[in-house]
């Protein structure tokens, strides 16, 4: 199959060839032992015993009916997330990925992350995932202070949380990730700061470090709790950031903080407008037809029994991106990464010409929000703080 496309011309703009991207895969796992306040995802109260070899039944049978949109590709990265994917067993897991590898080959250096709930980790389980295939684990510490903790509805407690990231720093991974939050109810600049320091402490060689959000469909939502002001949270993301920096972790996304060789090259996928399956219950994924030149936006029916008396028809919404719409969401993307963005990524993943963009970026260049060279776009750091004015530029 070939991985580009014929030239064709529509009313407006002239569609270039496409060069399709890297293919991720993304396995939602949605039990969790109780819903957080602030959580919006697609994540469901475990109740009784997981249905584990069904399901794992399922996301394989959802894999399979995913094969046409691969395009002869293997895959570059999987991400295994939730709700608590340490609520399946160490087994398990080894099932998912044997039977994923199976369906769909993998790329050498492949990258495999897990996510797991320090409350939910324990040694012997651990290590099992390792040795399922997983290398490397995302730990939802989002704080290292019980008080906050309590606030925030986690199951852990800090004592946990360095347990687990002690039995990360010693298994046989190749990184480990801390999910940190700031903006919590009540935080002062002193208490985002302590946490930060303890977590540079645990030396992970990745940290996500962001801000906690109200979204809608929460606890949260409905009973908004007391959070920093603007002020407070300028000062914690402008102090914090010089704190990781100090400690050798380079800002390369808007969340995202890494030692040098350890960014997670699924996220960086996503950013980087590639291309991801969903598998499981809720999962999102975005697809090129390398054939028609269409992106498909591809959602899975949400809910778990559903998911399971699908009768194989997992697939829930699909639309196709409309060719106005697509600066915008390849920019949404790529805007949050500190590198570079090659102008040839943009003709090669979209298959618009430049001339598309050129009044859009001209006026982000004249904000100060972009600056721009012969092949390359760079976001500066006005643009970051303000990043929200220059993705309305390309709506």
Request: glycine share 6%; with cysteine.
């Amino acid at each position: 199959m070939t991985d580009t496309m014929m030239t064709t011309t529509t009313d407006t703009v002239t569609t270039l060839p496409m060069r399709l991207p890297p293919l991720s895969l993304y396995v939602h796992i949605p039990w969790c032992v109780q819903k957080c306040p602030y959580c919006d995802f697609n994540s469901h109260t475990q109740k009784g015993k997981i249905p584990e070899d069904e399901y794992i039944a399922d996301l394989l049978a959802d894999l399979r009916s995913e094969l046409p949109r691969v395009f002869q590709r293997s895959l570059h990265s999987i991400f295994i997330g939730g709700g608590t994917p340490s609520l399946i067993s160490a087994e398990g897991i080894g099932k998912i990925l044997d039977g994923i590898e199976a369906i769909i080959p993998f790329s050498d250096n492949i990258e495999i992350t897990m996510e797991a709930n320090p409350g939910t980790v324990e040694a012997n389980r651990f290590h099992g995932y390792v040795a399922a295939g997983v290398n490397r684990i995302s730990i939802g510490v989002q704080s290292l202070q019980a008080e906050k903790l309590n606030l925030l509805g986690r199951i852990h407690d800090p004592d946990e949380a360095i347990r687990a990231a002690n039995i990360a720093s010693e298994s046989a991974l190749n990184s480990f990730n801390l999910d940190l939050m700031h903006g919590l109810p009540h935080q002062d600049l002193n208490d985002a700061l302590y946490d930060l320091n303890k977590a540079v402490e645990l030396a992970p060689q990745h940290l996500s470090w962001y801000q906690l959000t109200i979204e809608q469909n929460t606890q949260f939502h409905s009973k908004p709790p007391t959070l920093p002001d603007e002020d407070i949270l300028w000062d914690i993301f402008e102090q914090g950031h010089a704190l990781l920096s100090e400690a050798g972790y380079e800002q390369y996304e808007i969340s995202g903080y890494a030692k040098a060789g350890n960014q997670c090259q699924h996220n960086l996928n996503y950013w980087r407008f590639g291309d991801y399956i969903g598998i499981g219950c809720g999962a999102h994924g975005k697809l090129t037809d390398p054939e028609t030149g269409k992106i498909y936006r591809r959602s899975k029916v949400k809910h778990p029994r559903g998911y399971m008396d699908a009768d194989k028809a997992f697939l829930d919404n699909e639309h196709v991106v409309v060719q106005d719409e697509l600066p915008f969401e390849f920019f949404m993307n790529r805007f949050r990464l500190t590198e570079a963005t090659p102008k040839q990524d943009f003709c090669d993943f979209t298959g618009l010409p430049l001339t598309t963009v050129s009044k859009q970026i001209d006026a982000a260049i004249k904000k100060g929000l972009l600056t721009e060279t012969e092949t390359h776009w760079q976001v500066t750091k006005l643009g970051h703080r303000y990043l929200n004015s220059l993705f309305d530029l390309f709506i």
